[in-house]
């Protein structure tokens, strides 16, 4: 069974920094592109980062291009976005989903349940 | 970058009635790469449908996606209880800028 777990969510001020984390288990964790996308509160969808399954490819949304680095441990299958320079407008659930392909351009199969993060004074 | 517009943004209806969503793309989705999502309150999404009419695994036959070029629409047959939810698309033909519409949220009537 395909599981995706995030953790690192919490309150951060203005300008603070945050690690979030993807445990990921039940299918081969490199064999598949990872993002990360996100929902603030009473909103839609936004895609925010992509990662191939090698690790070889990034890619980022412009709202957090600069601010935001995303990487994967593939031997401890588990993915991660680095988030700095975090603003109020970064306040969100945060998800992992899973590409259908080792390429990060293609539908989302599987989500996590997501971590929420507060930027706030 | 794609801008997907959903219509309408509320549905409001009744179990058993046909619900039809409508998902228009700022330019033409190469490849009908389209994906439509179910996310019920507290949930994360689940994919529903992608390629713009292929059902994902376990998904029942009573959704169907249809549509082409900027022009897509996801069909819900027979409303059931647990169908009632927001659904928004994605188009992944302008990648790895993927986007999302808005959202159409599917009430009870």
């Known amino acids: 069974e395909v599981q995706l777990v995030e953790s690192g969510g919490g309150l951060v001020q203005p300008g603070g920094s945050l690690r979030l984390s993807c445990a990921a288990s039940?299918?081969?964790?490199?064999?598949?592109?990872m993002s990360w996308v996100r929902q603030a509160p009473g909103k839609g969808l936004e895609w925010v980062s992509a990662?191939?399954?090698?690790?070889?490819?990034?890619y980022y949304a412009d709202s957090v291009k600069g601010r935001f680095t995303i990487s994967r441990d593939n031997s401890k299958n588990t993915l991660y976005l680095q988030m700095n320079s975090l603003r109020a407008e970064d306040t969100a659930v945060y998800y992992c989903?899973?590409?259908?392909?080792?390429?990060?351009?293609?539908?989302?199969?599987?989500w996590g349940q997501g971590t929420l993060v507060t930027v706030s004074s | 970058e794609i801008v997907l517009t959903q219509s309408p943004g509320t549905l409001s209806l009744s179990p058993g009635e046909r619900a039809t969503l409508s998902c228009r793309a700022s330019?033409?989705?190469?490849?009908?790469?389209l994906a439509w999502y179910q996310q019920k309150p507290g949930q994360a999404p689940r994919l529903l449908i992608y390629?713009?009419?292929s059902r994902a695994t376990g998904i029942p036959d009573r959704f169907s996606g249809s549509g082409s070029g900027t022009d897509f629409t996801l069909t819900i047959s027979r409303l059931e209880p647990e169908d009632f939810a927001v659904y928004y698309c994605?188009?992944?033909?302008?990648?790895?800028?993927?986007?999302f519409g808005g959202g159409t949220k599917v009430e009870i009537k």
């Open positions: 989903a899973i590409h259908d392909s080792p390429m990060a351009t293609t539908f989302f199969d599987y």
């Open positions: 039940g299918f081969t964790f490199s064999s598949y592109a």
């Open positions: 990662i191939s399954g090698s690790g070889g490819s990034t």
């Open positions: 330019q033409s989705v190469s490849s009908s790469y």
């Open positions: 390629g713009a009419s």
């Open positions: 994605q188009q992944y033909g302008s990648s790895p800028r993927l986007t």
